[in-house]
């Protein structure tokens, strides 16, 4: 019900904008996050989006670098990254949290997923 794209190789400084396509809920009752999983490592919060895509929140490590938007008519949501780092590369999953708690960070909290797509940023 989640489906991520526009991962790709990229090089150190460049840019890549995913897409994750919501269907099978009702999108904009949903804050939507964006996490990442670099090999061996957890699953870590990347950014959130609340539902009506009025306010933002972002990790630390992306912040200014990274931008969410999404698009209610069209149930998605979007992950602009800039400046990109070899550190960025990860797989990146987007989620859905029913409600509007756009500062939850636990994975596990979350109620949708999607199937991740692969970012590698070569140095």
């Known amino acids: 019900q989640l489906q991520a794209s526009g991962g790709g190789l990229v090089q150190t400084g460049g840019s890549l904008r995913l897409s994750c396509a919501a269907s099978?809920?009702?999108?904009?009752?949903?804050?939507m996050g964006w996490f990442r999983q670099a090999p061996g490592k957890e699953r870590e919060f990347v950014g959130t989006?609340?539902?009506?895509?009025?306010?933002?929140t972002y990790a630390d490590s992306v912040k200014g670098r990274f931008t969410i938007s999404r698009d209610n008519a069209r149930n998605a949501v979007f992950l602009q990254m800039n400046s990109l780092k070899p550190e960025d590369t990860a797989i990146y999953y987007c989620?859905?949290?029913?409600?509007?708690?756009?500062?939850?960070?636990?994975?596990?909290?979350?109620?949708?997923w999607g199937q991740g797509t692969l970012v590698t940023v070569s140095s």
């Open positions: 989620a859905g949290l029913y409600g509007n708690n756009m500062y939850q960070r636990a994975p596990r909290e979350y109620n949708y």
């Open positions: 099978g809920f009702i999108f904009s009752h949903y804050v």
């Open positions: 989006i609340n539902s009506n895509g009025f306010r933002k």
